[in-house]
Every structure is written in structure tokens, then in C-alpha cells.
């Protein structure tokens, strides 16, 4: 089993789960169900991805007790502003099908609605609607504008973040402001795999790359959601955390860095 994050309220977050982007109809359903399976916990979706009611439905076709798996959903850029936010937060909900989310983040901060969209959310959290609340693409800027209106600290910032786009500056921010980090698009969509030095290290290890790359974000003390709708493929990811990478190899990792983004970068939105 992946070992459990405890978030700054006090409750337990899966380090490793599974991201849903891009996955729609009986595709998306089934790779939750496979995930579940497998001995995943934690899930996450967003509004954006229009697949809510599927991957609702995958949980509640599951064996698995509700209680045991870690929901999470995001905002749409659509729906900021206050009582816009509370309005998407009660949709994503309907079409889940389920009486609550364990995490509701603000999906990208776009300038025009979020920090009432912020306020919304801690009304939710304070009606426990929501066992946490959080941000996603935030850079330092944006959350020291944050800290400046919230009444509550973000338990999550969940941000693109591999060891081509190690943002150590934000990492420790963030470590230091209480906020886990939870990493997307950690292994690059594969993008980065024939990277001669890690090569090196997964002929070492006797790992593939996508475990080398999993291993090191949960060593550096992340979450991550990786995709993949392969049942392989999603075994092969949930055994990452079987191993441990020297710390010699950990540094070696975290030297990659190049800025390489797949998704915008959020100084965009400052």
C-alpha cells in the first residue's frame, strides 16, 4: 500500500493516486475501477475534465468503502467569483453522485473571481462540505496574494512539477508555508523517457522510467497523480513506491532541471 500524507487540518492523503485528464465514457470508468483494484486510493478529477459522473460512478461500482478513497475535484476557470464557486462546487457534486469531496481546489488561478472564489471555498470547508481545500498551479506570488484574504492556509497546492521542472524555490515555500505539494504530469507524458541519465539509473535499479521518475517525487516528500488508463501501465506506477533511490541518485535527479512545462506557466495569471 502508498504510504498516506498527513495535510495541515490533520487528515491523511494518499501520496500516489490517480489523475483522470483526458479520460471520458466506459475509458475513464474502467481505469478507476482498475486503479481501485490495484490498491489506489486517491483520485483525482476536476470539473474541466467532464468526466465527473463517470468517475463517480467507477467509485461507487467499486468494493471499496467511500471512506477509504480520497476524492478529489477542481473549479472550472468558468465558474470563479463567490457565489459562482458555490454554485460549481454543489454541480460537481450532483454529478459525482456522492455527499462530499475529500479535497476541492481552485483549479487555475485565473485574476477575475479567485480570491472570492478562495472565501467560497472556506465556506464549504467550514460547512464541511469538503474535508480539505486547496489550489492547484499556484507560484509563490500568487500565494502570498492569497495569504493576504485567507482565513485558512491551502492544505494542497498541486502544481506541474518532474525533474525537468524541479521548482525547488516553490517546493520549499510551500514545505515552510504548511501546503503539501502534489505534483501532475510528473513523468512528462513520457516525453523526457530517453533521457540517457535516466537510463543510467533505471538499468541500475532494475526500474522503469516511470518508476525511477514516481519514486523521486515521493521521496522529496510529494503527492503525485499520474495518468495512465493501462491497467499495466497503472500497476506498474503503484509499484514506484516499492523501492528507495540512494540519496547520491536523488541528487542526481533533482541536477535535470531545464523549465521543461507541458502546461502553462502560472506567472501567466499573476
Avoid at 40 to 58: H, P, Q, V
Avoid at 241 to 269: G, K, T, V
Wanted: proline fraction near 3%; aromatic fraction near 10%.
Amino acid at each position: 500500500m502508498v504510504n498516506n500524507i498527513k495535510l495541515n487540518n490533520g487528515i491523511t492523503m494518499p501520496a500516489l493516486g490517480l489523475g483522470v485528464y483526458d479520460m471520458y465514457k466506459e475509458t475513464a470508468i474502467q481505469a478507476v475501477e482498475d486503479a481501485l483494484s490495484i490498491g489506489y486510493r486517491l483520485i483525482d478529477t476536476a470539473s474541466m475534465y467532464d468526466n465527473e459522473e463517470e468517475i463517480g460512478k467507477a467509485i461507487r461500482n467499486s468494493k471499496v468503502d467511500r471512506k477509504e478513497i480520497f476524492l478529489t475535484t477542481k473549479l472550472n476557470n468558468t465558474d470563479h467569483g463567490y457565489e459562482a464557486a458555490l454554485n460549481a462546487f454543489e454541480a460537481s457534486l450532483e454529478k459525482l453522485n456522492q455527499d462530499y469531496v475529500d479535497l476541492y481546489l481552485i483549479h487555475w488561478p485565473i485574476k477575475e473571481g479567485r480570491t472570492d472564489s478562495w472565501l467560497a471555498l472556506e465556506k464549504l470547508y467550514a460547512e464541511k462540505r469538503v474535508r480539505a481545500i486547496g489550489v492547484a498551479n499556484y507560484n509563490i506570488a500568487l500565494l502570498e496574494e492569497l495569504k493576504s484574504i485567507a482565513h485558512i492556509v491551502p492544505a494542497v497546492n498541486q502544481i506541474e512539477f518532474s525533474p525537468w521542472l524541479f521548482q525547488e524555490d516553490l517546493l520549499n515555500y510551500c514545505k515552510k508555508a504548511g501546503i503539501q505539494v502534489q505534483s501532475y504530469s510528473p513523468i512528462t507524458r513520457g516525453l523526457k523517457f530517453s533521457d540517457a541519465r535516466l537510463d543510467v539509473l533505471c538499468k541500475k535499479y532494475g526500474k522503469t522510467p516511470a518508476q525511477i521518475v514516481l519514486n523521486w517525487h515521493l521521496q522529496l516528500g510529494l503527492s503525485t497523480i499520474p495518468k495512465s488508463s493501462n491497467k499495466a501501465r497503472l500497476m506498474e506506477n503503484f509499484e514506484a513506491s516499492h523501492f528507495s533511490l540512494l540519496a547520491e541518485d536523488m541528487q542526481i535527479l533533482n541536477s535535470f532541471n531545464e523549465n521543461f512545462r507541458i502546461c502553462d506557466d502560472p506567472q501567466s495569471y499573476e
